[in-house]
């Protein structure tokens, strides 16, 4: 498999850090309001990295955050009268209401922000203590930029350059040793949240953050980093600054970024009010729509988001659950139970497509193309199957067809009856052969559950699980 790593901007091989399993962190949104399509683009993208991952036989550790504490969440609490704790629980609510609803599986853990202040305060004191960071007299805490040799190693910026684009910047007021210094611990301002530090009553820097929650949840050294390509600079080149020099170890060893989300081919934004949330949408379409329409680029080329593109997502999406639909009742109504030497010469025809499936999402998760062979597949079963054939072969061409799309999240079947007591045995099931290493078994059965529109999620105090 194949992957495109921002870092060596080469496609790389990939090679996790230990046998079977994958340690992906996914920078998370900042809640302050309804998500917009474009954050949605790396919530489908990289949960459809990490079923493909899955499907392969990994076992992925995927951890994604919420930003609980930024301005933008305190100046929403001011707007309302509310605490900043208040709007975040509850866009954190709203997101996680989209995210189900674009069949976005919960990440493994969602961390916080606000519960890991101790674990950043630590960071910090290490950083302090190692001469990268030091605190300046108002009690704001920078990190040394220049002292981290190999400060943009990911966004390939150069120290100078950087420093050039900064001279213009009058630094007023401020401590700071170099223009380039970022800040790692800032002092509250009046009437906002704040936790008690050894340098002043205040609150963390944003890349922080993610340091230390990739490093708590996943450990010092990860497989996959991802989030937009927005996040490169200075976010990511920040993360890997303050990580690698805390833990004198790589942080990630592959970088995904995806493209934007565009709007008349400018980035959709909140600040341009560019935007449309993922609500909005769901209004007029099923959000599998949207997941279809994001899935039909590249995950790292721009996307431009038009009526038409949708409409014809919809159309699309219709043509493959019509075929579903067809092979289903066919076999409803078919005559014959097992397959004929010549019905076997069909199936085996059909893995071709589904080897081409592969091969696109080898490369660097060609998704576009890996929809191209499920059109192929559909095709192909469409001219081949009828009143005469087979239960086996139908049922078979429909679960082959299920399990390419279930690896893009694309749902075939949805709101079929489940009962709960049929959901707690599934999910029974599901903790025993975990518990037995089978976790095929245990995805297999998580993919029955979603293909029912079941979601479950991992929880600290065991599996929930809620109908999408
Ligand atoms: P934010 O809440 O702005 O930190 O964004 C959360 C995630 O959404 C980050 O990974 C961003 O890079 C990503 N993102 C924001 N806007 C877009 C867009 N228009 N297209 C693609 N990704 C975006
Ligand atoms: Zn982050």
New binding site residues.
């Given amino acids: 498999m194949k992957v495109y790593n921002t870092l060596s901007r080469k496609k790389e091989d990939f090679q996790p850090l230990e046998e079977g399993k994958v340690k992906m962190y ?6 302050y309001n309804f ?9 489908i993208v990289f949960d459809t990295v990490r079923r493909y991952m899955e499907y392969k036989g990994y076992e992925v550790n995927y951890v994604s955050n919420f ?1 609980d504490v930024d301005d933008k969440i305190i100046k929403k609490a001011v707007e309302e009268g509310v605490s900043a704790q208040e709007i975040s629980s509850r866009y954190i609510e709203e997101c996680k209401k989209d995210m189900a609803d674009m069949n976005v599986k919960p990440a493994t853990l969602h961390p916080l922000a606000t519960q890991e202040i101790d674990g950043m305060l630590e960071m910090i004191s290490t950083l302090i203590d190692k001469g990268f960071a030091y605190p300046a007299k108002d009690g704001t805490v920078y990190f040394r930029t220049r002292k981290f040799e190999e400060y943009g190693k990911l966004s390939h910026k150069n120290l100078d350059d950087l420093q050039a684009g900064h001279r213009e910047i009058k630094v007023t007021g401020e401590e700071k040793e170099d223009a380039l210094d970022f800040v790692l611990w800032k002092p509250k301002k009046e009437g906002e949240p704040y936790w008690e530090s050894p340098w002043c009553q205040g609150r963390p820097g944003w890349h922080i953050e993610c340091s230390v929650m990739a490093k708590k949840y996943l450990g010092e050294e990860i497989d996959i980093h ?6 490169i600079f200075p ?1 990511h080149e920040n993360e890997i600054a303050q990580s690698e020099a805390c833990n004198g170890k790589i942080f990630s060893k592959y970088w995904l ?6 709007i008349d081919n400018k ?4 600040s341009l009010g560019n ?1 449309f949330t993922v609500r909005e949408i769901s209004e007029k379409y099923d959000l599998q729509v949207l997941r279809f329409f994001m899935l039909s680029a590249h995950y790292r080329s721009p ?1 431009n988001f038009s009526a038409e593109l949708m409409e014809a997502a919809k159309s699309s999406l219709e043509r493959i659950v019509n075929a579903a639909e067809n092979l289903k009742h066919l076999k409803k109504n078919a005559k014959h139970e097992g397959m004929t030497a010549e019905e076997e010469e069909i199936w085996n025809g059909s893995g071709a497509f589904v080897e081409k499936f592969e091969k696109a999402m080898d490369d660097d998760f060609n998704t576009a193309d890996a929809i191209a062979s499920i059109f192929e597949l559909v095709k192909y079963s469409n001219t081949r199957v009828n009143e005469e054939t087979s239960v086996e072969l139908l049922e078979r061409l429909y679960n082959r067809l299920g399990q390419l799309c279930d690896i893009l999240g694309i749902i075939l079947e949805k709101n079929e009856e489940i009962l709960d007591e049929e959901i707690e045995n599934l999910i029974e099931e599901r903790q025993a052969a975990r518990k037995e290493r089978n976790f095929a078994r245990a995805d297999e059965i998580r993919g029955i559950l979603l293909n029912k529109g079941i979601v479950l999620e991992d929880t600290r105090e065991g599996v929930k699980w809620k109908r999408a």
């Fill in positions: 996914v920078c998370g949104p900042t809640v998500i917009h399509i474009g954050n949605a683009r790396p919530m930003t991802a989030g937009g390509e927005d996040l976010h970024h995806n493209g934007f989300l565009n980035k959709m934004s909140k935007f996307l």
